[in-house]
């Protein structure tokens, strides 16, 4: 086969396949930016539980430890 023979098994591109095609790429696009900014949200959510526990913690540790009062005389 010879190259101009190739031709009239690609077809031409459409307006309208354009325009689908360019819907396509700016959902995609627009999708991807809401799944990060959700990801963002959730990554800064779980560093500030994260320090609040950690602040929690420490001031557990600094408390009283009844509790341990009770368990002691079965060690």
């Known amino acids: 086969m ?5 031709l009239p098994l690609f077809p031409t591109p459409t ?6 095609e360019a819907a396509q790429i700016t959902r995609d696009f ?3 930016v809401q ?3 959700e990801f963002d949200r ?3 959510w779980y560093y500030e539980t994260a320090e609040r ?3 929690e913690l420490e ?3 600094g408390d009283l430890n009844i509790f341990g009062w009770f368990l002691r005389g079965r060690r």
């Open 42 to 44: 959730h990554c800064q």
């Open 35 to 37: 799944y990060r900014q």
């Open 15 to 20: 307006v309208a396949g354009e325009s689908l």
């Open 53 to 55: 526990h950690r602040q």
């Open 2 to 6: 010879l190259p101009h023979e190739f």
């Open 59 to 61: 001031k557990m540790r």
């Open 30 to 32: 627009y999708r991807e």
